[in-house]
Nanobody, 114 residues
Framework: QVQLVESGGGLVQPGGSLRLSCVTSASIFSTYTMGWYRQAPGLERELVGIIRGYSTEYRDSVKGRFTISRDNAKNTVYLQMNSLKPEDTAVYYC?????????WGQGTQVTVSS
């Protein structure tokens, strides 16, 4: 069965940093496009960024602050978040997609507040 497990969320002050992790199976990790999404209360889920191989794409609001990376030996994708802002507050979800197949993690809460 397919599992994506996120971790690393928490409470951080504006300007601070967090690193989120998403662990999945070797078969998923080696084949699927991995991505990070987020959803704030009352708003729609939005794409944060994706990684295909080692190529990454990000939404404009996080460019220069967030970095997606991967560790193939650990079947893990990371989201390094620096210079966090209150508007980054959301539940962050890991996503794996390949054609018609798509899977989601359970989400991890990120709260940016003073």
């Amino acid at each position: 069965q397919v599992q994506l497990v996120e971790s690393g969320g928490g409470l951080v002050q504006p300007g601070g940093s967090l690193r989120l992790s998403c662990v999945t199976s070797a078969s998923i990790f080696s084949t699927y496009t991995m991505g990070w999404y987020r959803q704030a209360p009352g708003l729609e889920r939005e794409l944060v960024g994706i990684i295909r191989g080692y190529s990454t794409e990000y939404r404009d609001s996080v460019k220069g602050r967030f970095t997606i990376s991967r560790d193939n030996a650990k079947n893990t994708v990371y989201l390094q978040m620096n210079s966090l802002k209150p508007e980054d507050t959301a539940v962050y979800y890991c996503n794996a997609k390949y054609g018609a197949y798509e899977y989601w993690g359970q989400g991890t809460q990120v709260t940016v507040s003073s």
